[in-house]
């Protein structure tokens, strides 16, 4: 891995830190309600003078990757992830019963089944298919329950994959695309960029990860709740992969930089201001990042 200030010789500084037409790829990790930070990670992304060719994600990464794939970016890209529409969208009139059915006769495998959430995306999103999106090239990460793998999807439906990626049972059910079930792609690949390794068309990977701020959180939050043990989880399996993932790049010659923003843990439910700091905690991160300087 080639850190930020040890750029190869021959190449000149742009303001951002990178080599002048250095050929951007960013994966954004998956993180329970991250797609807040995410967003604003991008716009300060954008307003430091790095657009990326490429973008990945898995969970809420598939998420702000896919919108800002699409075209949205800067007001747009905000606005799309602060609307309060995008958290109901996951909220469903029978979640209730589902709970009971899921947790007393383990009837189903998630309380929230996904389709108003993939209806708000056809709405909310410029475009319908992963492979038409207009501002970047997009992958998204998912676990195919079905071949019991993990995938990159490159074309096919974008909302039904977002969603498929979002998928964290039993909160969320997997979803079934085209006869074949797909959950949270963190499950398997937290932060999708291995297919960039040998790509002649990316130079720098910006791997962009949420950690949570243990002091901004309640004491109990740590290590008891639902979403402290998938975060446990979820951290020892990236962990590893990604180490393995960063020796091959540095093998590669790619530069690589591993970028990490501290927030607040995020609850089931997020209030505006919870949804606003996040953004601008992220944003602000990379805007006073060594790598500027």
Known sequence: MIHPGHEPSG???????????????????????????????????????????????????????????CGLENERLKEFVLDRKLQRAFREWGTPLRCAAVFAAYCGHGIIGGKRAVKHLRRSLPVDRIENTP??????GV?????????????GDLAAFIVASCAAAPVISSQK????????????????????????????????????????????NRATNIISCWHTMHHLVTEELTDTRLKRAEAAGKKVIVHETKTRAAGLI?????????????????KNSPSLR
Do not use: C
């Open 135 to 140: 501002n970047a090239e997009l992958a998204i």
């Open 270 to 286: 997020v209030s505006k201001q919870h949804s606003i700091t996040n953004y601008q905690t992220a944003y602000d991160t990379w």
């Open 177 to 220: 695309i085209d006869g074949e079930f797909y959950l949270d792609g963190g499950f398997t690949d937290g932060a999708p960029f291995e297919q960039w390794i040998d790509d002649d068309q990316i130079d720098t990977i910006i791997l962009h990860r949420i950690v949570k701020d243990s002091a901004m959180d309640r004491r109990w």
């Open 11 to 69: 190449f000149s500084p742009s303001p951002s830190g990178l080599p002048v037409g250095a050929k951007v790829a960013v994966a954004l990790e998956s993180s329970f309600l991250g797609f807040f930070a995410h967003a604003g990670f991008i716009n300060s992304l954008l307003d430091s003078g790095i657009r990326p060719a490429k973008v990945s994600g898995s969970s809420s990464g598939a998420l702000v990757a896919a919108a800002y794939a």
């Open 143 to 155: 676990t195919n329950v079905s071949r019991r793998e993990r995938q990159l999807i490159r074309q």
